[in-house]
T-cell receptor, first 115, second 116 residues
Framework: GQNIDQPTEMTATEGAIVQINCTYQ??????LFWYQQHAGEAPTFLSY????GLEEKGRFSSFLSRSKGYSYLLLKELQMKDSASYLC????????????????FGKGTKLSVKP | DSGVTQTPKHLITATGQRVTLRCSPR?????VYWYQQSLDQGLQFLIQ???????AKGNILERFSAQQFPDLHSELNLSSLELGDSALYFC???????????????FGQGTRLTVV
């Protein structure tokens, strides 16, 4: 089966740095996505990793280790608007290579940013 | 605005009833995905269509069905509704056909279904 684990909740202070971890056990792993979701709203894409290493996008960075089944999302210079759920999602390998298309999501980490 | 449109935004209906949720993908996107999000389960993949054909199935109940029309909009039909079907239903779209490339999926704002 497929299993994705991430912490349920985290709290951090405005201006700080926070790291949200995600571990996965899947067969046929292809790539890992991070999405941000504010309560009651649509998930929005943050980052995508298919190779090992760090991808940086402004205040957000994501890291992947395929051999360890591990990823993290790093948020720097936290702002109050970063209070949201962060969803780790895995795409599986399709029969022709590349991605199968659909995503398998973890249950999300609810981040609260305090002043 | 992701460019994915879902209607209606809210729906309240009684147990045993049938409802239809509608999704219009982003212009140019051929793949449509349906997801269900409940409080305790997180986002669960239901079904995917590509250019009118079913491509992948997830944990979709037999009471649920979907289709994608020639104009690429998609509908999710939920029948014999139960209290446990109350959830947010999201539609997402992407450019690529499954198996060819990785592209991000863009999500609509969702339909909040409440079964009473």
């Amino acid at each position: 089966g497929q299993n994705i684990d991430q912490p349920t909740e985290m709290t951090a202070t405005e201006g700080a740095i926070v790291q949200i971890n995600c571990t996965y056990q899947t067969s046929g792993f292809n790539g890992l996505f991070w999405y941000q979701q504010h309560a009651g709203e649509a998930p929005t894409f943050l980052s995508y990793n298919v190779l090992d290493g760090l991808e940086e996008k402004g205040r957000f960075s994501s890291f992947l280790s395929r051999s360890k089944g591990y990823s993290y999302l790093l948020l720097k210079e936290l702002q109050m608007k970063d209070s949201a759920s962060y969803l780790c999602a895995v795409s599986l390998r399709g029969i022709y290579g590349g991605s199968q298309g659909n995503l398998i999501f973890g249950k999300g980490t609810k981040l609260s940013v305090k002043p | 605005d992701s460019g994915v449109t879902q209607t209606p935004k809210h729906l309240i209906t009684a147990t045993g009833q049938r409802v239809t949720l509608r999704c219009s993908p982003r212009s140019g996107d051929l793949s449509v995905y349906w997801y269900q999000q409940s409080l305790d389960q997180g986002l669960q993949f239901l079904i995917q269509y590509y250019n009118g054909e079913e491509r992948a199935k997830g944990n979709i109940l037999e009471r649920f069905s979907a289709q994608q029309f020639p104009d690429l909009h998609s509908e999710l039909n939920l029948s014999s509704l139960e209290l446990g079907d109350s959830a947010l239903y999201f539609c997402a779209s992407s450019v690529a056909e499954a198996g060819f490339m990785n592209t991000e999926a863009f999500f609509g704002q969702g339909t909040r279904l409440t079964v009473v």
